[in-house]
């Protein structure tokens, strides 16, 4: 359930009070209360679930208000898009954070990558909806689009490339990846992991027995660990 700090109307549905309620928000609330209201849309639904006027009944804020800061539901569908990679970068770094060993120990330095395929997979199962939304930039917000940034200009900190560029990058310091390999190889890796969480999460494996599919992910992990060299 959306948080009720969201809501600026009381259960009585008093106009006085929604009214002084918006007076109080600090700067700022407003917009950050329509990403969280749509993120929670975005969980339950998948990205057709974020419209723009849901989310301002959510937050209970007036249109105007709400139009202040996303001129229309796509700069919405954006900022929330962000908030999801955001969210599956987190679960990444939160992935390798939990394996031993110092930076440039070989062993470890493969274990991370391991990890950070394994919380990707899991957040894909774990959260369909937020995955999906994840990927479904619109099309003027997209990379390399004139005035993309669903932060009005904001650095979107760490995201899921990120996370993946950095543990490639030590386990090349570690001698397990080939420096002449190393250069965009986390791209064919990125859509190798990504389409598998596709099709075991809303494609034609999702129904296979969990057995299978840990099988399909430690081939999978093989495969990609054979390219490293």
């Not at 975005?42 to 419209?51: E, I, K, N, S, Y």
Request: with cysteine; glycine share 12%; charged share 25%.
């Amino acid at each position: 359930m959306l948080s009720t700090k969201l809501s600026s109307v009381t259960s009585d549905g008093s106009a006085g009070e929604a009214t002084e309620a918006r007076r109080r928000r600090p700067r700022g609330a407003v917009r950050e209360g329509l990403v969280a209201a749509g993120l929670e849309l975005a969980r339950a639904g998948g990205p057709d679930a974020v419209v723009l006027r849901e989310a301002v009944r959510m937050v209970g804020v007036v249109p105007n208000a709400a139009y202040r800061h996303f001129a229309n539901r796509d700069e919405l569908l954006a900022a929330v898009c962000t908030a999801a990679m955001r969210e599956l970068a987190a679960r990444m770094a939160a992935g390798v954070g939990r394996v031993r060993g110092q930076r440039g120990d070989p062993a470890a330095a493969r274990r991370r990558l391991q990890a950070i395929g394994r919380a990707y997979l899991d957040f894909a199962r774990a959260e369909p909806g937020l995955f999906a939304t994840a990927f479904a930039v619109p099309h003027q917000h997209a990379y390399g689009a004139p005035g993309a940034g669903a932060d009005g200009g904001a650095e979107p900190g760490p995201l899921p490339l990120d996370q993946l560029r950095a543990v490639l990058d030590e386990l090349a310091d570690a001698g397990v990846l080939s420096r002449r390999r190393r250069a965009g190889i986390e791209y064919p890796i990125w859509s190798v992991v990504h389409g598998l969480a596709v099709l075991t999460g809303q494609g034609p494996l999702r129904d296979a027995p969990d057995a299978t599919r840990r099988h399909i992910e430690e081939v999978t992990s093989a495969f990609i660990e054979a390219g490293l060299s």
